[in-house]
């Protein structure tokens, strides 16, 4: 863990909190979880039975598809 509790990084993998998803997107906690509920935005990983983490990777590739439909 380092010192931005909102990142997570392991070998290979960096894992982001949601504030750190929501900066990184610009939406809200309400919008990320009806995009997930969806099966448009990338689900978090259940780190334990409270903590939840995205992958930084899976994200980054939902904003570029983003983008590339804008």
């Known amino acids: 863990m380092t010192a931005n509790t909102h990142e997570v990084f392991t070998p ?3 894992l982001l909190r949601l504030p750190s998803v929501r900066r990184k997107t610009g939406l809200g906690r309400s919008t990320i979880y009806r995009l997930i509920a969806a099966g448009e935005f990338p689900a978090p990983i259940k780190l ?7 992958d930084a990777a899976a ?5 570029a598809s983003r983008e590339v439909a804008a």
Request: charged share 15%; net charge neutral.
């Open 12 to 14: 290979g993998r960096i």
């Open 59 to 63: 994200v980054d590739s939902w904003i």
């Open 48 to 54: 334990s039975p409270s903590v939840s983490a995205w």
